[in-house]
């Protein structure tokens, strides 16, 4: 498996002539995706992470990525629904333990509060999600429903992004603590925790379908799913970019204080 025997994937699929034939093929094949399709390649996260954007603009990822954030234990819990192993479901909760937090510990979301309260927008507004575009909100719900409705396998394989995570946070936080001087390390916590969590994180989902996944067409479910997430995560980089960048916000979105 190689590269140039992946250039017939669509937005969709890997394309029906691929054929999956090993676990290592998969993998290879997933790794493929995520060096072409993640979100760290978008014209967005250039600009954000390249100090290009102003404050206005950064507190709008922030408030719609908070959305997507708020949603995540949502969906793990869907896909422990999906389960009647209690081994994989044990594994899968501290997922949701990571983002929800537990009695007097934080969790992710809190942490993501930390990073938009810090930027100065009010926290009942961001939690109220009302400002939201409205792509985010789609994309965020897509997701869920889509975890819900495929098979257990492909929602697993749905979370193999954090396969590319570490690279982006790393990225993210050297980035803007050295362009932003309305940021600083505390409201970037959020993103050091998930140096340690991700690719733990990564590695159970990656066994899991290298296991799995024992046919050519269950591999290309596997590789498709990761596709699906790929582009949930793009599609609402697009929104934030047409709306913020290019200004064309839709009615009721959040609109940035001029200056």
């Known amino acids: 498996m190689n590269a140039a025997s992946l250039t017939g994937m669509t937005a969709l699929s890997i394309g029906k002539d691929i054929r999956l034939n090993s676990a290592e093929e998969l993998e290879a094949a997933l790794r493929h995706i995520g060096a072409t399709r993640y979100h760290s390649l978008h014209p967005f ?3 954000l992470h390249g100090g290009k954007l102003n404050k206005g603009q950064v507190q709008a990822w922030a ?5 997507y954030q708020s949603t995540i234990p949502i969906k793990d819990a869907v896909v422990i629904s999906r389960f009647r192993d209690r081994a994989t479901r044990l594994e899968w909760r501290h997922r949701i333990e990571d983002h929800d937090g537990d009695v007097g510990s934080e969790g992710g979301i809190e942490r993501w509060l930390k990073l938009t309260d810090g930027l100065g927008l009010d926290t009942a507004y961001v939690e109220s999600t009302e400002g939201i575009l409205p792509a985010t909100r789609f994309a965020v719900e897509a997701y869920v429903h889509y975890c819900r409705e495929k098979s257990p396998l492909e929602a697993i394989a749905s979370s193999l992004t ?11 936080i050297a980035g803007m603590l050295q362009h932003y001087d309305f940021v600083n390390p505390d409201i970037m916590s959020y993103f050091k925790r998930r140096l340690t969590q991700a690719p733990r994180d990564a590695n159970f989902a990656l066994d899991y379908v290298r296991t ?3 046919t050519p067409e269950q591999r290309a479910s596997v590789c498709n799913a990761l596709i699906f997430k790929t582009n949930v995560l793009w599609v609402q980089l697009d929104a934030l970019y047409y709306a913020y960048v290019e200004g064309n916000i839709p009615p009721g979105a959040f609109v940035p204080k001029a200056g």
């Open 45 to 47: 996260h250039k600009l």
């Open 63 to 67: 408030l719609n990525r908070y959305y």
């Open 162 to 172: 954090e396969l590319f995570a570490p690279s982006i946070h790393e990225e993210r």
């Open 212 to 214: 799995h996944a024992t």
